[in-house]
């Protein structure tokens, strides 16, 4: 499907952002998942890491169409 959106510098510098954001809290909340002893708390930081993971995804499925 063709889009005829786009983006300004302004868009893909706050996109750049929030991607690095993204990036970095699944990357803390994996390393929390590593060093929680209770299992609810290390499956619940796992859970968060895929929630970022996922929303990482969805930023770079939607740059890559424009």
Known sequence: M??????SSKDLS???D?????A???KVC??????FNDQ???NFASQLALHHQQRF???MAF???H
């Open 2 to 7: 063709s889009n005829n959106c786009s983006l």
């Open 14 to 16: 706050m996109l750049e």
């Open 18 to 22: 929030v991607l690095g954001q993204e």
């Open 24 to 26: 970095h809290a699944c």
């Open 30 to 35: 994996e390393f929390y998942a590593r060093q």
């Open 40 to 42: 609810q708390l290390s």
């Open 57 to 59: 995804s969805g930023l």
């Open 63 to 65: 740059l890559n169409q």
